[in-house]
């Protein structure tokens, strides 16, 4: 069982990804990736597999996203894959935060009893 098993899920908005650097090698560069984006905002955990190339990130989609992670991995010096499938994976990822993001920002739906939210018993005549 791996150690990202373990890994509790903390809101409704939380997600968890995949992500393959191929940089990533050792202990060090684990540990320098984990202090990285563990900074960011909205970020619950990351675990690093240096003999995967491998990191799994768990975070909050309403606070960050897919790009911003790959951006801080590109500013620390741990690019992501560039192949047709991560690339592919990638686009995915960001939209699904994007529109995560948007839904969480909506205004709640009505009631299906009440679709236009008018409180009908207060206009009875008496």
Known sequence: ???????????????????????????????????ALEALPGMNRVVTYPEKQKIRVT???TQLD??????????????????????RKADWFQYLDQ???ENAGAPAPPCCSNPRGINRGSDKKK
């Open 1 to 35: 069982m791996s150690r990202d098993q373990f890994i509790k899920m903390r809101g409704a908005w939380d997600t968890r990804h995949w992500i393959s650097v191929p940089g990533l090698r050792h202990p060090a560069d684990a540990l320098q990736l984990e202090t």
């Open 59 to 61: 975070y909050d989609q």
């Open 66 to 87: 897919y790009d911003q992670i790959t951006e801080q991995l590109a500013l620390t010096g741990f690019p992501t894959s560039t192949g047709w499938w991560s690339q």
């Open 99 to 101: 529109t995560a993001k």
